[in-house]
């Protein structure tokens, strides 16, 4: 009897432990998978901002329509941006591209302290996709010869032009310290849901911005996609999509 009722409880055990398992796999899994990606040597990165012109200062206002006038293209067109780069630690670089130009526009480099804009590349950018229509401006704009090729952000924000708040300067924080177990935690107060793949996606609030994210290993390392839409209409970035590979 007691042989049977030992049998019994260790029964129900396993079975608790293998519910117990089976429900945390998604979230240790994930877990393990973000531990490998904060200690990654490097990562590469492509991501898609679509700005909201209703929030955009006067300048950049103005700029915009200087750019919609010179590529004779639509508004929306020099909205949707995307970004592709690399770095390693707090240091990234950054090729800008926009839908209404097929040149990279220019190059952003940022680290800890500052970042700066390749002005010289999107002189070039302009100067290389003005329309036929616009033959005697295209004449008429000089080799570039200025000796600096490049702008701080300090300097685009003193002549009303804000990148920071596209790519934010300063130390990323410093994850590296946390555990399977922190990171279980912190992805168990999240949503969490399956797409038709079968891939799992975590959703959740940031801020000013709704997000999901999945975070998937390949063989390059560890594969993070992340979603995001502005939950009010008074942010500069109305929606985005990036896709970040750490390579380990």
Not at 18 to 25: K, M, P
Not at 47 to 58: G, M, P, Q, Y
Not at 156 to 172: F, H, R, S
Not at 187 to 200: C, P, T, V, W, Y
Request: net charge negative.
């Amino acid at each position: 009897m007691k042989k049977k009722i030992f049998y019994f409880v260790l029964t129900v055990f396993m079975i608790v432990i293998a519910a117990v398992f089976i429900l945390l796999q998604p979230y240790l899994k994930t877990a393990i998978a973000l531990g490998k990606a904060v200690k990654a040597d490097s990562t590469e990165f492509e991501a898609k901002v679509c700005l909201n012109a209703d929030v955009l200062s006067e300048n950049e206002k103005g700029f915009i329509d200087v750019l919609e006038w010179t590529f004779q293209v639509e508004e929306e067109e020099l909205l949707n941006l995307r970004f592709t780069g690399s770095g390693a630690e707090n240091e990234r670089t950054v090729t800008v591209y926009c839908d209404a130009v097929k040149y990279p526009l220019t190059e952003i480099h940022y680290g800890e302290d500052q970042g700066t804009v390749n002005i010289k590349m999107f002189y070039e950018a302009v100067e290389e996709s003005l329309p036929d229509k616009l033959w005697l401006l295209k004449t008429l704009l000089p080799e570039w010869d200025l000796e600096e090729e490049t702008v701080s952000f300090e300097q685009l924000k003193a002549l009303g032009i804000d990148l920071e708040a596209l790519v934010p300067v300063g130390k990323t924080p410093d994850l590296k310290a946390a555990s399977v177990m922190q990171y279980i935690y912190l992805l168990s107060r999240l949503e969490k849901e399956e797409d038709e793949k079968g891939d799992i996606w975590f959703l959740g609030n940031y801020g000013n911005y709704s997000f999901r994210f999945c975070v998937k290993e390949n063989e390059d390392g560890v594969l993070i996609l992340l979603r995001g839409e502005a939950l009010g209409e008074d942010q500069k970035i109305k929606d985005f999509e990036t896709d970040m590979q750490f390579v380990l």
